[in-house]
């Protein structure tokens, strides 16, 4: 009896654009972008031609020192031509990104950033210049200077904020403890869901967010150690769908959590001004002219 031929191998070129959609969307932009969507040119004429596959660009956890990820991010913006809503990455973003992303659409609802140290409030206002129904925004451990009030300027319409840290166990003033804490209270009215892990905000500043924020919903202030929650607080805290207290479990939290604790003498380093003068970026002239600076630069910048 005769050897039966073997079986053609799979026409994976000629997979209908429907198929091919549906695995691009469970690869992911970041899979798509560093080479499946180069695999023949028919895939790469489904990847760069849909913008329905760009609507969600999520790159975290890709992060690549040899990759030039801000062009790769610009390139996936690109593709959603006008389309993006969710957008999310971990430490290579910067305000050149942001104002790039600005520039090319205008119906983001969610942002998400972690580790991005070269973020500002500049970015994301000008993010929101042109998204101003944006109502989803996560920053976990970028920048302290970012300006809560001018994010909440940006995004009136900003319905869930994480904000979250790592706890570094040194005393600072109350003003700078409370200083961010303060611009949410007064800038985010519409807040529902609010976390704040390992923020150094104090219990007056909690009061204050409570009695502003009149339609939140869950609180999340789990390693706030500087938070002490009084029969008062409690109260408050009741009429709350969620609370999680500064000493519950952290084992759903999903970024790394630990404490940090600093000698005195590395306090002037992280804060230069703690304890001397006004807080870095308000009311200190020097800071003021160098965020000027950057604002021309981006502003000349060629994206």
Not at 67 to 76: E, W
Not at 257 to 281: A, D, K, M, Q, W
Request: glycine share 4%; charged share 25%.
């Amino acid at each position: 009896m005769a050897t039966p031929a073997p079986a053609p191998p799979p026409d994976w070129a000629g997979l209908p654009d429907d198929a091919l959609l549906v695995v691009f969307k469970r690869l992911g932009a970041s899979e798509v972008l560093l080479g499946t969507a180069v695999v023949c040119r028919n895939w790469l004429r489904v990847a760069t031609g849909e913008p329905d596959l760009w609507r969600r660009v999520d790159l975290s956890d890709c992060f690549d020192p040899t990759i030039d990820m801000v062009a790769m991010a610009c390139a996936a913006v690109d593709r959603a031509d006008g389309r993006l809503e969710h957008f999310s990455a971990d430490c290579f973003v910067n305000d050149r990104l942001l104002f790039y992303i600005a520039k090319r659409t205008t119906g983001l609802k969610s942002l998400r950033l972690v580790n991005c140290m070269k973020v500002s409030d500049k970015g994301l206002v000008a993010v929101g210049n042109r998204s101003p129904h944006l109502e989803d925004l996560e920053l976990t451990t970028c920048s302290i200077y970012i300006s809560m009030k001018a994010v909440g300027r940006a995004f009136p319409q900003l319905k869930r904020l994480r904000l979250n840290n790592r706890w570094l166990d040194i005393p600072c003033e109350e003003r700078f403890d409370n200083r961010r804490a303060l611009e949410i209270a007064s800038s985010m009215p519409e807040l529902r869901h609010l976390q704040l892990f390992a923020n150094r905000l104090r219990s007056n500043a909690l009061a204050a967010i409570l009695d502003k924020c009149h339609h939140l919903e869950s609180l999340d202030l789990r390693q706030c150690f500087n938070i002490q929650i009084d029969a008062g607080l409690r109260a408050e805290c009741a009429r709350l769908k969620d609370v999680k207290l500064p000493k519950d479990s952290v084992s759903d939290y999903e970024h790394e959590s630990y404490i940090e604790t600093l000698s005195l003498n590395t306090v002037p380093l992280l804060f230069p001004n703690h304890g001397t003068g006004p807080v870095r970026g308000y009311g200190n002239s020097d800071e003021d002219d160098q965020e000027d600076d950057l604002d021309a630069q981006l502003g000349h910048m060629a994206l």
